[in-house]
């Protein structure tokens, strides 16, 4: 029997693609024409090379029928757009091995998600799912929503860098409620403000199987983090959190602390690049962040880079290294600490016997901070 064909392309290096414009641009379409659309390759090459991708897309998607071992399928960056994702989707409806596919930065735009999402109602094997910077908008995301309250099998979820806003959070959020599987998902640079966080809390507070958001890179302000503050003083499942290059600023540090003194699940919490104007996290944030890690009794890793807490933060910080004992790693880069608060950072270890990994990259801490005894 003839070794299915899927098996011999190197699926992340854009081997069936690169191959297509090689046509394109040497001997044109293969033998036999891999368009259909004759007339709207004629226009110019751009089109001819898409035709050659959705080919390439459908030829693969073949080969997947016929596939009983492939579980992971990686095609970041390959451009197969709206076409080629409704091939992919096809083929989704009916294979019964694949847990994993990852569809990053592929242009197939609302009508492509549309087709994954639908295919997604059919398929039970399907786990983890990348839709990651294609454009799908709020459109395209209501309709993966709308999969999200039937679908029984995906645990993670990335839709990072789509633009989705407020309005799609929302239809997410609503979506989130219903599903009780989804335990992993990124939301990062899809301009996500505090209308969005306010929903995204909402469903916090009702999920028992949500681990993992990512919220990086958004325009989450102090309004937007007490609303998630709020959510995690009753969540009892979600480990981890990420507010990279958000506008969280002394007000949303410090509601995120409160939330620290009662919640004992998350681990991780990512809050560096929080810098607005400026203002980074603020003397009284800062202290009320340190109080909340004294009491607090679950998280593992705190990053604060580049959050100009300056000396005073790392006073605070200081503090709260001699009392807590959960706390393995603790990122403070680019935050304009100097020798007086290196000095209690490194003073503090002395007393702390949990603290594995201390990174201060990129400060002022100068030569009283090596001098310091550890």
């Not at 390959?78 to 409806?93: D, Q, S, T």
């Not at 847990?99 to 009508?111: H, K, P, W």
């Not at 999402?117 to 398929?123: H, S, Y």
């Not at 009892?236 to 990279?244: P, Q």
Request: net charge negative; hydrophobic share 35%.
């Amino acid at each position: 029997q003839e070794k299915p064909q899927a098996l011999t392309w190197n699926l992340r290096s854009s081997a069936f693609v690169s191959g297509s414009e090689a046509a394109v641009h040497s001997n044109g379409p293969p033998p036999g024409g891999v368009c259909s659309a004759t007339e709207q390759c004629s226009a110019g090459v751009e089109p001819l090379l898409r035709c050659h991708r959705q080919e390439g897309a459908r030829e693969l998607a073949l080969a997947l029928k016929v596939n009983s071992s492939l579980t992971f399928l990686g095609l970041e960056d390959n451009r197969i757009g709206e076409g080629g994702a409704r091939e992919v989707a096809m083929a989704l409806k009916e294979i019964s091995v694949l847990t994993s596919l990852d569809l990053t930065r592929n242009g197939i735009g609302e009508d492509g998600a549309r087709e994954v999402a639908l295919a997604l109602k059919e398929n039970s094997t399907l786990t983890s799912l990348s839709l990651a910077r294609n454009d799908i908008g709020e459109g395209g995301v209501r309709e993966v929503a709308l999969t999200l309250r039937e679908n029984r099998c995906l645990t993670i979820l990335s839709l990072q860098g789509n633009g989705i806003g407020d309005g799609g959070t929302r239809e997410l959020a609503i979506a989130l409620k219903e599903n009780s599987n989804l335990s992993s998902l990124d939301l990062g640079g899809n301009g996500i403000g505090d209308d969005g966080a306010r929903e995204l809390a909402l469903a916090l507070k009702d999920s028992s199987s949500l681990t993992s958001l990512g919220l990086p890179d958004n325009n989450i302000g102090d309004d937007g983090a007490r609303e998630l503050a709020l959510a995690l003083q009753e969540n009892s499942s979600l480990a981890y959190l990420e507010l990279y290059y958000n506008c969280v600023c002394e007000e949303g540090t410090r509601e995120l602390a409160m939330a620290l003194k009662k919640n004992s699940t998350l681990t991780f919490l990512g809050l560096g690049q929080n810098d607005v104007d400026n203002r980074g996290m603020g003397t009284v944030g800062m202290k009320e962040l340190a109080i909340g890690l004294q009491e607090n009794s679950g998280l593992t890793t705190l990053e604060l880079q580049s959050c100009a807490i300056g000396d005073e933060g790392a006073w605070e910080l200081a503090k709260a290294l001699r009392k807590n004992s959960t706390l393995t790693a603790l990122d403070l880069d680019r935050n304009s600490i100097g020798e007086g608060g290196g000095v209690e950072l490194l003073a503090a270890l002395e007393h702390n016997c949990g603290l594995v990994s201390l990174s201060l990259q990129h400060n002022g801490i100068g030569p009283a901070g090596k001098r310091t005894r550890l």
